[in-house]
Nanobody, 115 residues
């Protein structure tokens, strides 16, 4: 299983970024996909998750109303649209999947939000 995250960068507060996580080696449409983040000096935390069909989505309270998770079961890719970014959103963002063989993480993509 491989997860390849991309789309991070440097953005000013109030700006937007769209993260992508391309997957391979798994039956993508059969798995819940998630995004986590880890800020400097802090533990990794949950950001968002999406069910198999893309209908049911969960968000951390800190990103509700600003971030939107989506998936493309043809492209085997999960996305995280991040709007109204705040300096406290600065972190390395990781995509995540749990399969019958274990939990897998992407390599992370860094998001830096300047004030």
């Amino acid at each position: 299983v491989q997860l390849q995250a991309s789309g991070g960068g440097l953005v000013q507060a109030g700006g937007s970024l769209r993260l992508s996580c391309a997957t391979s080696g798994l039956f993508f449409s059969s798995h819940v996909m998630g995004w986590f983040r880890q800020a400097p000096g802090k533990e990794r935390e949950f950001v968002s998750a999406i069910d198999l069909s893309g209908v049911t989505k969960r968000y951390a309270d800190s990103v509700k109303g600003r971030f939107t998770i989506s998936r493309d079961n043809v492209k085997n890719t999960v996305y995280l649209q991040m709007n109204s970014l705040k300096p406290e959103d600065t972190a390395v963002y990781y995509c995540n999947v749990v399969t019958g063989k274990g939990r897998y993480w992407g390599q992370g993509t860094r998001v830096t939000v300047s004030s």
